[in-house]
């Protein structure tokens, strides 16, 4: 089989080519070029945000027998050759989930007493390093301290939190970053342009949104569109093979939610179930929604806080406006336990289902906001205002009622009056009772 899979073929050679970690390229490559080369490494991050990729493009840079190879690896010598097929003598890839023993690690340490065949160090690539046990790190600990000079350690993981504080004292530490929707799909436009294909704006922007931060997750997706679809790709096609909903699905059940139509909002979700979409992922969908709904209120937020395209904020923003914050609070607390409960649950679409039942049922909360600045309360919903009716209420027409008057104190008595003469700290504390007004 001659096909590559884009995530694979699409594999950044060159610290240029990364999406979303200048900071990692930037600090490696001026530390090459100055000399500077620490000899252990921990690139740390969420999966597919390049950190396998960039330990790969070290280890060329390391090896390249060209003269500029601190800037670039020229890709095309015997070493970069070996290392971009895996079949090169001096890079050891190693999986730690797999290699998680003491006895691997002292295999290891025995491989790395002997200097490199070709290039010009032997690098050595951990991926996963929290995976290994108490006793393989413990192992470690020495070598990678002061390790022979012709060895350079690349540890990579996505629980960095696993790995022992002595272990993170002896390594440099690269924190990778979540890739913005914004990025990915850039990346994207890029990739059909190189590769020929047409694809619609709104079709890589679901696509984006789905890899969640990782350009290795959006490429693998991409890739399950286009074998769908081929070289013609719309977003009705990114929404039948990924199952995703309408992405006005979420947008109608909220306005249902806020109607109080609950016939409506049951009958949005039927609809999106119908399609083929996952009832898990539909309501983690929702809670993702109303996060932005919540958030695309708020001046200030750095780029990428918000799961959703920059040029959509304004028009979420819009057609929100009427919804109460306290509201979307309420709905997305009931989505973060629904969630949680329909794992375990016999049948997750009726958990779906009385869940948003009773999200459109719940009586709606008045905007603090809006009636600070003085602003009429919204209009009632049927069912809300017959709870809130009273079944003998007055007409709203009759006049209110008259104040009462407060009443009189009454008089003291002959034996308190005698009281009062024969101890004057109590006659004071009877006069202050005497002048303070009655309540109403």
Not at 325 to 340: N, Y
Request: charged share 25%; aromatic share 4%.
């Amino acid at each position: 089989m001659s096909y590559q899979a884009m995530a694979r073929r699409w594999r950044p050679r060159r610290f240029e080519d990364m999406v979303g970690q200048e900071h990692v390229a930037r600090t490696l490559r001026n530390a090459l070029v100055r000399g500077h080369l620490h000899h252990a490494f921990l690139f740390t991050g969420t999966r597919g945000v390049g950190k396998t990729t960039s330990a790969r493009i070290l280890a060329r840079m390391l090896n390249c027998q060209e003269s500029d190879a601190e800037i670039r690896p020229c890709g095309k010598c015997e070493s970069c050759l070996e290392i971009e097929k895996g079949a090169s003598m001096d890079v050891l890839e190693i999986d730690a989930a797999s290699h998680t023993g003491v006895d691997d690690v002292r295999e290891l340490r025995e491989q790395l007493k002997y200097a490199a065949s070709h290039g010009r160090y032997r690098v050595v690539i951990l991926d996963e390093v929290h995976m290994l046990s108490k006793a393989a790190f413990n192992a470690l600990l020495k070598t990678l301290e002061e390790p022979p000079p012709h060895v350079v350690f690349i540890l990579a993981t996505t629980e960095v939190h696993k790995v022992p504080q002595t272990i993170l004292s002896r390594v440099q530490r690269y924190d990778f970053r979540r890739l913005t929707p914004t990025q990915v799909r850039d990346r994207l436009v890029h990739i059909c342009k190189e590769d020929g294909i047409t694809a619609e704006s709104e079709a890589l922007e679901i696509v984006a949104l789905r890899a969640d931060g990782s350009m290795r997750d959006g490429l693998s997706l991409f890739d399950q569109v286009f074998a769908f679809a081929g070289e013609s790709i719309t977003a009705d096609d990114v929404r039948k093979t990924l199952g995703v909903p309408d992405h006005t699905s979420h947008l109608r059940l909220l306005g249902h939610l806020v109607e109080g139509a609950v016939a409506g909002a049951v009958g949005e979700v039927h609809l999106a179930l119908e399609r083929g979409v996952d009832s898990v992922e539909y309501i983690k969908g929702f809670g993702e929604f109303l996060r932005n709904v919540l958030f695309c209120r708020m001046d200030g937020l750095p780029d990428g806080a918000l799961s959703l395209m920059p040029e959509r904020v304004a028009e979420l923003r819009q057609k929100t406006a009427n919804v109460a914050d306290g509201d979307i609070l309420r709905w997305a607390r009931m989505v973060s336990d629904t969630t949680q409960q329909m794992r375990d649950a016999h049948s997750p679409r009726l958990a779906l289902e009385m869940t948003v039942a009773r999200m459109a049922s719940l009586d709606k909360v008045a905007d603090l906001r809006r009636l600070l600045a003085g602003e009429a309360l919204p209009a009632l919903t049927a069912s809300n205002a017959r709870a809130a009716a009273p079944s003998n209420a007055p007409a709203a027409s009759a006049a209110p009622a008259a104040r009462p008057e407060p009443a009189a104190r009454p008089a003291r008595g002959p034996n308190l009056q005698q009281a009062v003469e024969g101890d004057p700290a109590l006659g004071r504390l009877v006069d202050t009772f005497d002048a303070t007004p009655t309540s109403e």
